[in-house]
């Protein structure tokens, strides 16, 4: 009993930091509609910012947050004003340029990673990562804890945003219907690039606070990038409050496939629980909860 | 672009020719990989570019294609060869089931879809040790020393692939396809039996690319999951080939498929040794660019916008456009 708590603790804890890979990719996709294949890489490269200041300026990781959430911010921005906005007016076969678009900003991403820092695998290990916190038998990684408290709050200042103040209204304006936003004095347009650089800087506070409890290499994007999805779809497209329980679901079910399967199959888990919600409930748990 | 008759006879000559002109083993090496892509990028087009069905997990057939050649040897005690008449329908057959599941899925959602039965394959190949070997993969002795026989094998297949497509596009199975990809809706409310048009096509398309994971095996001698089921290596890669080609036209993936392969071997070998060596890490990051870069100006490939590009290339603007028009 005590294996199986402290699997589904273990699984709530890393929930926390999924979530935040969630939310970013749903806002995303609910204000521009596309699935962002860039997004894992998108926190690599925010690890990697996080990696170098803790090595050469010997930057905390948790204070590093203060710079990789705006750049990432920016760079998010930038792709998208530059990179994705303009294949709205391209007339071309397949609909999903966009989309392709993000796969090969991410392969660019990952290339410029692996050129600059090589392939071998780096980590961050500030002196408190191997500290626990105890409660009875169940052990609570410190690290761990520091980032699943700062995903929540961040999350809640993301909620008071989205629900409170102006542009965060317009954001949501615009994922509920892009015509009438646009009747209504919003720009879309700008609201795209916010919304993107937003997603970007959310996944870029992620990649951060994973790092201390997690490695390093160029090829992570790619996995992340799948999980992030995976979440997505299981909360529905769109929705912030699925993609909590979904990042939530995913790091739960992860935990204890690794534990009661194989830690071999511990993705499988993930990949099969996605192919069922698409196809018994695609929608997601948006469906079930309207939220 | 319809390449007219004289043209694929001089291209089918040149290719016959060229191992014979060109006797070295290096070139006629790079022309095998990229004979290979040119099957797997042109099935993928049939699915996708002509279907409309933009599948994120072609790897999923090649990779069944090649582990059939290599469990023929290795599980079976039969040549790997077998593979070559095997590796084909029993893609199809699962490419029967996969369609089954995820063409309940339309556009984005399709597309995670394959994604996700793609990366179940893969840890499936890995964990599934007692029959795949797992990691260690699958190693064989190659059947022939020289090159030859493999370059006429590979270059039968691909033009095989091109035809076959050629002539599924001119019957009325390619009428309906192109129905689906235009107006799933429309084409269902017209009689279009889409599931079963678009079952057709990837049919079609997993046998292709099985063909070609079975060659690989005989060919390369070794394949590991991560290698034949690879998501970036082997089912982006199919798309991107697509992309750069031209998605929708007959000879856009074939030639996705050689500016593919030749550009990243003459970044990994720094301009054949001629460079500096940091060139050749630059060989994947070079590709990508060169996605970006076609997907932002060129949004129908290089094929399909030829006419767009020979437009800005002469000076007699406007003469082109209005022959402009798209596949064929």
Not at chain 1, 178 to 194: C, H, M, P, S
Not at chain 2, 264 to 272: C, G, L, N
């Amino acid at each position: 009993m005590a294996v199986f708590i402290q699997t589904v603790v273990a699984g709530i804890l890393m929930g926390g930091i999924y979530a935040l890979v969630g939310i970013g990719m749903t806002l995303i996709m609910g204000v521009m509609k596309i699935i962002n294949l860039a997004h894992g890489q998108l926190m690599m490269v925010a690890m990697y910012i996080t990696y170098v200041l803790y090595e050469y300026l010997h930057l905390d990781p948790y204070v590093a947050l203060l710079v990789t959430m705006p750049a990432l911010f920016v760079l998010g921005s930038l792709l998208q004003r530059y990179l994705l906005n303009p294949l709205i007016k391209v007339e071309s076969i397949l609909p999903e340029n966009q989309v392709l678009m993000t796969v090969g900003i991410g392969m660019v991403l990952t290339e410029l990673a692996r050129l600059i820092f090589h392939s071998d695998y780096k980590s961050v290990r500030p002196p408190y990562t191997s500290m626990s916190l105890y409660a009875g038998s169940i052990a609570f990684n410190l690290p761990m804890v520091i980032a699943f408290g700062i995903a929540v709050l961040l999350t809640i200042g993301l909620f008071i945003f989205l629900l409170k103040t102006d542009v965060g209204k317009s954001v949501r304006a615009t994922a509920q219907n892009k015509e009438a936003a646009l009747l209504l004095g919003v720009n879309a347009e700008r609201i795209t690039v916010f919304t993107y650089g937003l997603g970007a800087a959310l996944v870029a506070a992620a990649g951060t606070l994973l790092l201390p409890i997690y490695y390093l290499f160029p090829d992570l994007g790619g996995a992340f990038t799948l999980k992030a999805f995976v979440i997505t779809i299981l909360g529905g497209l769109g929705s912030t409050v699925g993609a909590i329980v979904g990042g939530v679901v995913l790091g739960v079910s992860e935990s204890l496939g690794a534990t009661y399967i194989s830690m071999a199959l511990k993705d499988a888990v993930g990949m099969v629980i996605f192919l069922l919600v698409l196809i018994f409930l695609p929608g997601g748990l948006k469906r079930l909860t309207k939220i | 672009m319809k390449a007219p008759r004289w043209h694929i006879v001089v291209i089918v000559a040149a290719a016959l020719a060229f191992p014979l002109i060109v006797r070295s083993d290096y070139y006629v090496h790079m022309f095998i990989l990229a004979l290979l892509w040119v099957v797997i990028g042109s099935s993928w087009n049939l699915l996708a570019g002509y279907t409309g069905q933009v599948s994120f997990g072609h790897a999923i057939f090649f990779g069944i294609g090649a582990y059939t050649a290599g469990l023929c040897a290795t599980k079976l005690g039969i040549s790997a060869w077998w593979g070559m008449l095997l590796g084909g329908p029993i893609a199809s057959l699962i490419g029967l089931v996969i369609g089954w599941i995820c063409f309940r899925l339309r556009g984005p959602y399709f597309a995670l879809a394959t994604i996700a039965v793609g990366e179940i394959f893969r840890l499936a190949a890995v964990v599934w040790r007692s029959l795949t070997g797992g990691m260690q993969g699958i190693l064989l002795m190659q059947s022939f020393r020289s090159k030859l026989p493999y370059y006429y094998l590979a270059l039968a297949i691909a033009f095989g692939c091109i035809y076959a497509i050629h002539r599924v596009m001119r019957s009325k199975w390619g009428y309906y396809f192109i129905a689906i990809r235009e107006d799933q809706d429309a084409a269902e409310s017209m009689g279009v039996n889409a599931f079963r048009y678009k079952s057709l096509s990837l049919v079609v398309s997993s046998f292709f690319t099985g063909l070609a994971g079975a060659f690989y095996m005989n060919y390369m001698a070794f394949i590991d999951p991560e290698v034949v089921f690879s998501l970036h290596h082997i089912s982006i890669m199919a798309i991107l080939v697509g992309i750069i080609g031209g998605v929708g036209t007959l000879w856009g993936p074939p030639l996705g498929a050689f500016i593919m392969v030749f550009l990243q071997e003459t970044f990994r070998s720094s301009f054949f040794g001629l460079g500096p060596r940091w060139v050749s890490e630059l060989h994947v990051l070079v590709f990508g660019l060169l996605v970006i870069f076609v997907i932002l100006y060129m949004a129908n490939g290089i094929v399909g916008d030829w006419d767009k590009i020979r437009r800005l290339g002469s000076s007699k603007a406007g003469a082109a456009s209005a022959s402009a028009g798209k596949g064929s």
